[in-house]
């Protein structure tokens, strides 16, 4: 094959040594020249096919770190229960209704409601959900996809009734009355897990074809690469399966955990890197704390003073969104470090140690689920512990959110040469709420400019489908701090848009142990592009959403070309 000299208006490399160029030349598959149109059409001589691509901007392609592939694909047809605030149940049980017509027997499965987004302020009751679908077992997940809510037939089928205790890491939410149908954490990934299981058995073929579809939807957004956040077992026959089929449009590196709940490691697989080219293992996932029940501490000084001595109201608005979390997370905990402690911390130091030192073993990067400044520190001195042993792995250790980080952290996960992979649209999604939550001043929430500053090495990453997966949306929110209001959520804590897009590019390469790869436009990787509509540099980043992903090239093969928009 003779190659291609693409030539489009401009070329952001991403490589900090050599960072805009006029054109990226490509053969087999590979990027053989970047640098001046003259150069490069010199260097892949006259056969070259030349592409113009006049008005368009080239970058890598990119790379969402941390996106529940495999989950999306499962439940890509059931309707979206994310609603605008304001929302009714009403108008959720709308939804669910909608979701049941949508397979004809088996559990019911749908994600994305927000209680705090109601009008109500609460989650459904399972109740509620019987009153629009009583004769099925229904699951319905928050946004988070860390706790949810059953149906009477949902608790029937996990055997669950105001007799049953609390599962270990996790909630049966209870009232008078009894049981409400709410589930958190532990209790919740297992009903996750058994709704999953059950409907899979006759499901293969149906994942298959939206695994396919999930896929083109995503190379529509210029995304050629993910890391799937949690895959269970019975997922690796199915991703085997799209690998050898060829229905796996994108490269997906699984991130193992268990079969009985996706906040249990899996530590046995392994090594990352392994597997065919177009789904390898991923780091292995490691949850620390829980989401809305995120474990976070500060001192009883940090709280009065920022409250004015309303501890309890003070201490319930710490976590992810604000004080929902509160009413349903039991009162603060004084630890013997006459520190206060709220939320769910999933492992005890030794046991952590072990895991990290099992997963080394087996050639695991470890990628840990850590949200609060506490379940940070837990991880990052498991990380510093076990340094000698994880460097010398594929793939640098990772902190995976980040979200509360107290003083000297970034400086902490910067000095552990961890990776901290962010989600810049959690911003829109939830900076609304943790803006009115009193939270202590010593705890910075999704503080990117503190990372950056620190010298933290920043992957960026949707986790979609708890938060939309459009990069150019995230950067948006990344460079603006623009919440769903329109309010600005802390713009002290804004990162420029090209740091934004390094995080989705070189950065998550590096969180995937793939950086020599892929990441940058540099001569001898893979020739994985993206064409903008326009140079998200030269665009205020206010309006860089609106910039169109207008192509996108696997390994120099051109897989999606936007339609042209008819003239008005
Ligand atoms: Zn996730």
């Known amino acids: 094959m003779p190659g291609a000299v693409l030539l489009p208006s401009t070329v952001l490399t991403m490589d900090p040594r050599n960072s805009r160029a006029e054109a990226v030349g490509v053969l087999d598959g590979r990027i053989a020249a970047v640098g001046s149109a003259a150069e490069v059409t010199t260097t892949l001589g006259e056969g070259a096919e030349r592409v113009e691509l006049d008005g368009l901007c080239l970058l890598p392609g990119f790379i969402d770190a941390h996106h529940h592939y495999c989950l999306a694909a499962f439940d890509r047809r059931m309707p979206d229960l994310h609603l605008p605030p304001g929302s009714s149940m009403e ?53 988070s996809f860390h706790e949810g809510v059953l149906n009477a037939r949902g608790l029937e089928a996990m055997g669950w009734d105001a007799s049953t205790p609390d599962p270990r890491n996790g909630a049966l939410v209870r009232d008078r009355r009894g049981l409400t149908g709410e589930v958190a954490e532990q209790a919740f990934y297992v009903a996750e897990a058994r709704s999953r299981e059950s409907l899979l058995e006759t499901a293969a073929d149906a994942w298959l074809a939206e695994c396919e579809a999930h896929g083109r939807d995503l190379l529509a957004h210029g995304i050629v ?46 090594p990352t890197g392994d597997g065919p080219p177009v789904t390898p293992t991923g780091p292995a996932k490691l949850f620390m704390d ?60 030794d046991a952590l140690d072990q895991a990290v030192a099992s997963g080394a073993q087996h050639g695991l990067q470890i990628a840990c689920h850590a949200i609060g400044n506490e379940a940070v520190s837990r991880a990052l001195a498991a990380i510093e512990r076990s340094r000698a042993r994880l460097s010398e792995l594929p793939g640098a250790p990772r902190i995976e959110h980040a979200i509360f980080l107290e003083r000297g952290q970034p400086r902490r996960i910067a000095d552990s040469g961890t990776i901290a992979v962010i989600q810049p649209h959690f911003v829109y999604d939830v900076g ?44 948006k929110a ?45 001569p001898g990787k893979r020739a994985d592009l993206v064409a903008l509509s326009g140079d998200p540099l030269f665009t205020d980043p206010e309006h860089i959403d609106e910039l169109r992903v207008d192509r996108t090239w696997l390994a120099g093969e051109l897989v999606y070309r936007a339609q042209p928009t008819p003239a008005r």
């Open 432 to 475: 609304d709420q943790i803006a009115i939550s009193p939270l202590p001043p010593s705890l910075h929430a999704l503080a990117f400019a503190d990372l950056a500053s620190a010298g933290v090495e920043v992957a960026g990453s949707s986790d979609y489908p708890v938060s939309g997966y459009d990069v150019l949306a995230a950067v």
């Open 225 to 270: 690469r993910v890391g799937d956040a949690a895959v269970p077992p019975s997922f690796d026959d199915l991703y085997d399966r799209a690998a050898r089929e060829g229905r796996l449009p994108i490269t997906v590196h699984r991130m193992p955990v268990s079969a009985g709940s996706l906040i249990e490691a899996r530590i046995e697989s392994g």
């Open 478 to 522: 990344a460079a603006t701090r623009r919440t769903q209001s329109g309010d600005v959520y802390r713009p002290d804590q804004a990162i420029e848009v090209e740091r934004a897009l390094r995080a989705y590019t070189a950065g998550s390469a590096r969180a995937l142990g793939v950086e020599s790869e892929t990441g940058t436009l540099e």
């Open 91 to 143: 108008a959720l049980l709308t939804r669910v209704e909608q979701a049941a017509r949508e397979r004809d027997s088996g559990w019911v499965r749908a994600q994305g409601y927000d209680p705090a987004k109601l009008r109500e302020g609460r989650p459904p009751r399972a109740e509620e959900i019987d009153s629009v679908c009583a004769d099925r077992p229904v699951l319905l997940a928050a946004f």
């Open 290 to 349: 829980g989401s809305e029940r995120c474990a976070l501490c500060f001192s009883i000084r940090a709280v009065v003073g920022s409250v004015g001595g309303q501890l309890r109201k003070a201490v319930g608005g710490a976590g992810l969104a604000a004080l929902r979390a509160a009413t349903r997370s039991p009162t603060p905990r004084r630890g013997r470090d006459g520190l206060l402690h709220v939320g769910m911390l999933f492992w005890e130091e």
